[in-house]
Structures are given as C-alpha cells and as structure tokens.
C-alpha cells in the first residue's frame, strides 16, 4: 500500500529529506510540505521539475498551523518532522498532534539522509542558532587554505524564492548575489566567504550540488544552518556551543544529535561568557560525548572606528535568525555597543514598521534590538524605514554584511565584525591538522 505523507519544515532539511528519501520511492505519496519559521515561504509549490516524474504539478507548500486537519482531510499515514532549533518539548508536543490525530510521526535516522561524498567533509554545525558555525567554518578555509588544500563551503539551504532557478547556486563575486535575488539572510551566510577569496554552494538539490563543488575541490565544508544536521556523511564533525545559553545544548532539536556525534565541540565566545557557564557546557559535552575533543574559543568584536560609538544613542542591529527562532537578546552589535561606551541602546519598537511588528509579536523576547529581517523586497523595506525612523545619534550593525550596500540609511553605521579566534589550546588548527595527517595524507 502507498502511505501518504505530510513533510513538516521550513524550507531547507524538508526538501532535501524529500530528493534523498521520498523521491522516486513507490512507497510514499507525499501530499504536501508544511512551512513555519520562516515568514512567506507557503502558498507556493515544490516544483515538478525537481519533485519528479510522480508529481506532475508539483507539491503544494502550506502552512502548518492547521496539521491535524491537514492529516484527517488527506488520509495521511506518516508526518515526517523535518526542521530544527525547536525544544525537545516543542517536538513532542508536534508528534502528540499529529498522532492524536491518527498519523505516526517520524524523525528520519540521521544516517539517511546523508550524501557520502567523494571528496573528504569538515561539517560545521552547532547546538542552536547564532552559536558562531558560520565564523567557525570560515577559520576551517582559512587553515585549509594554508595547509595548501582548495576547500569549497556548501551552506545549508536558503530557498526562499524561485525553488527551480534556486536548485544549484554558486557563489565567487558579489555580482552572483544580484544575479540569485539573495535576501539579506542569504547575504550574511554567502558574502563573508566570498569577502574572503573564497567559494561557497547551496541550493536546494544537494546530490547535484556537491557533483559541482568536487569538481573544484580538495575538501568540501559544510556550513550547517540553525542546528541541523549534516546533509553529507562528515569525515570530522565540528560542533559549536554558546555559553550565553548554557545547558541549551541538551534541552533542543537536532542540536544535542549533534553534539553526541561530535569529533571536535567548540565552546565558543569564551571571552564574553560567564566562566560558570563555560564549565557547564563543558561538563554537559563530557556527560553525552566522552571522545570529542573540546576547543574554546573567543568571538572576536571589532569595529573600524570605536570613537563613532563612544557617548552615542545607537540603535542596534543584530542578525535576525539568532533573535527570532535562536532566542538570544543581544548579539555582538549589544557587545560593541557596551564595550565601547554607547551612552544608550534605543529601543527599536515604538518606531517598527509593517511585518517588523509582527516579528516582535511572535517574538517579544527581543527586547531592544533590531533583528535584519530581510526574507524579501517588502521586508527589507520595512527594515529600511524602521531603521530611518528610530530616534538614535548612530545605528550599529550587527550582521556580517555591509547593510549599506542594500539598505538606504540615513543615519551613520558603525560596522561590527566577529571572527573565530582561539581561546586556549588545542587550537581548531591542532584538530584539523591531526584529522588531516590520519585521512588525507593517507
């Protein structure tokens, strides 16, 4: 009998879950993909021309709010939970609607839905969102590089827009952002590699994906996004933990899968950290991973002029994914921002417009910093002109992109950098450089 299919997530892990699972399998009929997370991604459809031959016109997307109904109005045997950054209780509270609703709920076997590739793979990932991956995975080009290997990124999935055209996209120079419509959550993943000299994927089709990237690569990286899992089986898994958000790492979804299957956990942001909630983290590592080893390492905050902040009323800027579902209230704009002697943070609220209100509806814990939203024109819009309407001496971003290139502010910026930098040894080179003295220079 064909079993019919709900797939629950947010435009990345689902569509990839569905070309290496589902697709082209006899067994499962999938009726339809469920969208939360990320704002206006429903209504539309996973395309025929990569849902295959059984799904002539495609797989509708829509919105997971109502998916016991879903379930009862099309039969549905199997919802598969294809997301991440939710609470183990969050998850739980899912699978008890849906199999009150007489469906069983399935978590896919990591190994299932990874790609062995032909290249070795470094996958970066983390515990939860902001955690610091994306600088991680930067640093491991960086040792690649001057170990005199060609490393290529592969960043999670993004697809926000047209799901065909978006299937394989490569990114070398900032003119291939114009020409893919990036939003600025794709800019803040794409542009600091390629700031850097180097050459990063992603898509929606990760077999075909990593066909491309091994042809011009010695390694491949994968840049894990929110706290997923791998898309490829890794030959080192590096995962990255936040002391802000100490004991974090076993309380969510898929994040603590990742650090039970760890080779190297990081503990990141150690210099802004509380010393106790570092040695949680480290002892909640050694309570699920005996074998990791453990770095810690320093986010290193600069900025090109301290003195434009110095006495300010600055209105903050920081990442948005790590604000919203990643649940923290300050980034590294709120670090600079008090390091370096702001007089005031400006709360962003009285002055949001359009869809930023809803943001902060949906996630009051924000506070008093302003999350880049920018999932589209409209949104970018509305992030121009709240920005322009706050009342501030200076707005500090936060973001690791240059928000003046896309956005028309009419206030001074203060751009805020953050790199990985080592805290104490082992060292992340010490770790790569044994991985690689055991598996390349074999």
């Given amino acids: 009998m064909v079993e019919n299919v709900i797939i629950m997530g947010a435009a990345g892990r689902d569509f990839h879950n569905f070309n290496v699972y589902f ?6 009929n999938v009726v339809c993909f ?38 009862r109005e099309n039969r549905v045997d199997l919802v598969m939970f294809a997301y991440s950054d939710i609470s183990h209780a969050e998850v739980m509270r899912k699978a008890s609607v849906v199999t009150a609703s007489g469906a069983d709920f399935m978590i896919a076997g990591v190994p299932y839905t990874m790609i062995k590739a032909n290249r070795p793979v470094i996958s970066v990932c983390a515990v ?16 690649l590089r001057d170990m005199g290997r060609r490393a290529v990124v592969i960043r999670h999935p993004m697809p926000y827009g047209d799901l065909t055209r978006q299937a394989v996209q490569r990114f070398e120079k900032y003119e291939d952002f114009e020409a893919h419509h990036c939003t600025i959550e794709e800019r803040e993943e794409y542009e600091p590699v390629v700031r850097m000299g180097g050459i990063i994927y992603a898509g929606v089709d ?32 590096i995962v990255v933990l936040d002391p802000h958000r100490a004991g974090h790492e076993l ?46 390492a320093d986010s290193a905050i600069t900025t090109d002029d301290p003195d434009m902040i110095r006495g300010k009323r600055v209105l903050v800027v920081e990442d948005g994914p790590t604000l919203t579902h990643g649940e923290m209230t300050f980034g590294a704009g709120s670090i600079a921002a008090e390091r370096m002697g702001a007089r005031e943070m400006v709360d962003p609220r009285p002055f949001l417009q359009g869809s930023l209100r809803g943001v902060f509806e949906r996630y009051p814990h924000i506070g008093t910093v302003l999350p880049a939203m920018g999932y589209g024109a409209a949104q970018m819009r509305d992030l121009e002109n709240t920005i322009n309407a706050a009342d501030c001496d200076l707005v500090i971003s936060g973001t ?25 040894t082992p060292t992340l080179a010490d770790a790569i450089r044994e991985w690689a003295g055991k598996t390349m220079e074999k």
């Fill in 23 to 28: 697709r082209g399998n006899p067994r499962y």
């Fill in 34 to 71: 469920t969208a939360t997370q990320i704002p206006d991604i429903d209504g539309r459809r996973y395309p025929s021309e990569l849902a295959g031959d059984a799904y002539p016109e495609g797989i509708p997307i829509v919105p997971d709010a109502d998916i016991a109904g879903l379930i």
């Fill in 128 to 143: 939860r969102t902001g955690c610091g991956k994306s600088q991680t995975s930067r640093e491991v080009w960086r040792i």
């Fill in 206 to 237: 990760y077999a075909r994906i990593l066909e491309r990237a091994e042809q011009e690569a010695d390694v491949i990286i994968w840049d894990g996004g929110n706290n997923d899992t791998p898309f490829y089986r890794p030959d080192l898994h």
């Fill in 251 to 296: 309380r969510y979804h898929p994040g603590e899968t990742n650090l039970r299957m760890a080779d190297v956990a990081v503990i990141n942001k150690v210099d802004s950290a509380n010393p106790e909630d570092v040695e949680t983290v480290r002892r909640n590592i050694r309570a699920c991973n005996a074998h990791a080893v453990i770095i810690r």
């Fill in 400 to 424: 690791p992109i240059d928000l003046t290139g896309l956005l028309n502010i009419s206030r001074p910026v203060a751009h805020v950098r953050y790199e990985y930098r080592d805290n104490s």
